[in-house]
């Protein structure tokens, strides 16, 4: 039996293998900094110097008495040999000075830029850096990696390759025996980054947890064949999973790798993933097979193929393609935390071209839909599926250009975007569009004040199939736009440090015609949420396929206080309004008309309060009903990376499907030495219901690390909690043992950094 190990995760041509010997291939990975720390070692290790390659440097030996005969110095107490950056120390020793070589009977210490040495009975050649050692303990620097453990018997040949009997291995500081690797024979070839275990046995806390006849490992960061770190995991559709990932280093171009992903449940399902690397990029093909147990054998499957490259210096293409045999696979065997939550798997092909002030992209793009509720329906329903056809269109295919001026500091800036598309959907209004935006801007502007006028012309036209009866075909629209942005900046001194307090009004008038635009279908248009950002754009749609009539000045103030120490930003507000000029016309659907005189308040607050604690919030606040449209609201607590808090709120009242009001609450804390929680508690106060708790749990010592975690959310269904366990073993040094604890924070917790993935 064989066993090999290596690290599929990352690029192709920049993932790192470090040294390694540990269960079904794993390798070395990093350690946090903010874990328990570990007693630091006297000896530094600075690889790549270990020899000083001068011929002509002078041993020095020196010992209580030295006696030379035939050639042989003969060296008696306290002997100490010190010759290109090595030393080494014994009590007796006899060195030739012909051949270079020195031999001990008894205890000795060798020290070298990357190698320290305790042993018994040596024979050293101090010219090759050859040694032969009985009895050993040793601390290696192979390839920026450290190496600890002891040898029966320990050889290094000329070409620096070791040899090690009777030996233990790990990558904990001298002493810890946490864990430790114990091997027959172990064998280390730096040059060619591999090494090579017999009858090898991992032990963790005295306890042996695996045990293999052979082994092989990388030492270096190149790419090698084998078993990478096994998966265990539970979910509540699935039940207890035991995933078995293997690498296949095919060549030097080209990788595969293989996880059998065992469940108690729904069966075994294969995973693969091919990867290719080309002069035009990397290329990922993914394929997911399984006969669901929990189905009757129902053929479940999952494919998808990405890519990400270059040709020329101005041509760059991405493909993401996808597909999953039916909408539930996600829900019952997704893996990751928002696989359940896809509606629409994106199918997509993009080649971009840019160079200088050009940019131009060539799109083909269609989608998968998955969630069942979505229909083609376009009248009303008992059945709770969705009234509308939320199908979004295929783009078959999609041409953009922009065009723009040097962004000079005096001068008229010119742009210019265009597009030509063809949208397709089957049992739709179907059909091409062709869309040009020319603009215009004379920006102007002084220490304290900016203006910029701007014109913009738009023209759209529209060549469409399966249109109503009373519908013409041809459609086309152009539309002139003129905007006036304007703002002041005022400041005041707050304190005689420095420090500065800002005021900036600023205005924004927007003028568009109305034009009547029922007869254009909705492509890709759809109205954008209200906010800050919007109270200056020139369109409150997305898209083409709707040009919003405009007569309207924004409003907003925005202030900010300046520490004058450190040129921070303490504390940022914002607020502002639209008023209306005219009564808006243009709509997604109907002939609804609005005759609001104002737009919602909206407002944004920034704050760097004292003792490490921030805060942020946002709100669309409407006077008429006196009522909060939209808004948050988050306090952090973030004296370091150990420790977080967040507190958050957030409330969504449109009238919409969307409508909902939360709590969030995340944190992370020390709770004594080497000890620290995680937890989440997402609350639906309109719902009066959890919808996911989270209660992690971490030990972390100086050379392993144990955690684990439960989940508790709402399922697809939006009705039923699902549970999921997640347990994690870290032997520092080898990669982690488990499901991906890492992921689940990182997504649970805002600001928490998982180091050992």
């Not at 005295?206 to 096994?230: D, M, N, Q």
């Not at 690390?705 to 269904?717: G, H, L, N, S, W």
Request: net charge negative; proline share 4%; with cysteine.
């Amino acid at each position: 039996m064989i066993l090999l190990c290596n690290d599929t995760y990352g690029s192709l041509i920049t993932r790192r293998f470090p040294i390694a010997v540990g269960l079904l291939g794993l390798c070395l990975a990093p350690v946090p900094a903010w874990a328990f720390q570990c007693p630091v070692p006297t000896f530094e290790y600075t690889p790549g110097n270990a020899v000083i390659t001068d011929p002509d440097e002078e041993v020095v030996a020196e010992a209580d008495t030295v006696v030379s005969e035939d050639g042989v110095v003969t060296l008696n107490g306290n002997t100490s040999i010190t010759y290109q950056n090595r030393i080494l120390n014994a009590e007796d020793a006899q060195y030739n000075p012909v051949t270079g070589e020195v031999s001990i009977n008894g205890a000795l210490s060798f020290e070298a830029d990357g190698i320290r040495m305790q042993s018994n009975n040596a024979v050293i050649d101090m010219d090759d850096n050859v040694f032969a050692t009985d009895d050993s303990t040793y601390e290696f620097d192979i390839n920026g990696n450290r190496a600890t453990g002891s040898a029966s018997h320990m050889e290094r040949n000329d070409v620096g390759h070791f040899t090690l009997d009777g030996a233990t291995y790990s990558s904990c500081p001298p002493g810890d025996k946490s864990w430790f690797i114990r091997a027959k024979k172990l064998r280390l070839y730096p040059d060619e980054g591999i090494g090579t275990a017999e009858n090898l046995s991992l032990i963790f806390k005295g306890v042996p947890i695996l045990a293999v006849p052979r082994f092989s490992f990388p030492i270096s960061e190149k790419r090698k064949t084998g078993f990478l770190a096994p998966i265990l995991a539970r979910g509540g559709s699935t039940g207890f999973e035991l995933h078995m990932p293997w690498y296949w280093n095919i060549r030097h171009d080209l990788d595969a790798t293989f996880v059998p992903r065992f469940t108690t449940e729904r069966g075994t399902q294969l995973q693969t993933e091919l990867r290719y690397l080309n002069r035009q990029g990397i290329w990922t093909f993914e394929h997911e097979y399984m006969n669901d147990r929990a189905l009757d054998g129902k053929k479940r499957t999952f494919s998808q193929v990405r890519h990400e490259g270059s040709f020329g210096s101005y041509w760059t293409s991405e493909i993401n393609a996808s597909r999953v045999s039916d909408g539930d696979y996600f829900t019952d065997l997704g893996d990751s935390l928002q696989l359940a939550s896809i509606t629409h798997l994106d199918r997509r092909a993009d080649i971009s071209y840019k160079r200088g002030n050009f940019s131009a992209l060539a799109r083909l793009q269609s989608y998968q839909t998955v969630d069942d509720t979505i229909t083609d329906d376009e009248a009303g329903s008992d059945d709770g599926t969705i009234s509308v056809d939320e199908r979004p269109y295929q783009r078959l295919p999609q041409f953009t250009a922009k065009w723009e001026t040097p962004k000079d500091e005096l001068g008229v800036r010119a742009s210019t975007e265009a597009e030509l598309v063809y949208f397709d959907r089957t049992d739709s209004v179907t059909g091409s569009r062709f869309d040009i935006r020319p603009r215009l801007s004379l920006p102007f502007s002084g220490d304290s004040w900016f203006v910029t006028p701007a014109a913009s012309y738009r023209y759209s036209f529209y060549s469409l199939n399966n249109s109503d009866p009373d519908v013409s075909s041809r459609q086309s629209r152009a539309l002139g736009t003129f905007s006036l942005d304007g703002g002041l900046f005022f400041d005041r001194a707050t304190d005689d440090k420095g420090s500065v307090q800002t005021l900036e009004p600023r205005l924004f008038y927007l003028r568009v015609p109305y034009a009547n635009q029922n007869d254009i279908p909705l492509f890709d248009s759809s109205e954008l949420d209200f906010s800050i950002s919007q109270l200056f754009r020139e369109n409150r749609f997305s898209g083409a396929d709707r040009v919003a009539d405009a007569n309207q000045l924004s409003v907003a103030v925005t202030s900010r206080f300046l520490d004058g120490e450190t040129g921070g930003e303490m504390l940022r507000g914002s607020i502002g309004q639209v008023l209306y000029f005219d009564d808006r016309r243009v709509s997604l659907e109907g002939d609804s008309i609005d005759t609001g005189t104002s737009s919602d308040l909206v407002g944004e607050l920034s704050a760097q309060l004292p003792k490490q604690w921030s805060a942020r919030g946002q709100m669309q606040w409407n006077p008429d009903n006196n009522s909060t449209v939209r808004g948050s609201v988050l306090f952090s607590y973030r004296p370091d990376d150990e420790r977080i808090l967040n507190i958050a709120h957030r409330t969504v009242n449109t009238g919409s499907s969307a409508e909902t009001e939360q709590l969030d609450f995340s944190l992370l804390w020390p709770i004594a030495n080497s000890w620290r929680i995680a937890s989440r508690w997402n609350y639906s106060l309109d719902a009066d219901r959890s919808l996911e708790s989270l209660l992690g749990v971490e030990y972390d010592s100086c050379c392993w690390a144990f955690r684990f975690a439960a989940r508790r959310y709402i399922a697809d269904d939006g009705e039923d909690h699902e549970t999921k366990l997640y347990l994690q073993l870290v032997l520092k040094g080898l990669a982690p043992l488990g499901q991906s604890y890492g992921a689940l924070l990182e997504n649970a917790i805002l600001g928490y950094r998982d180091e050992y993935e």
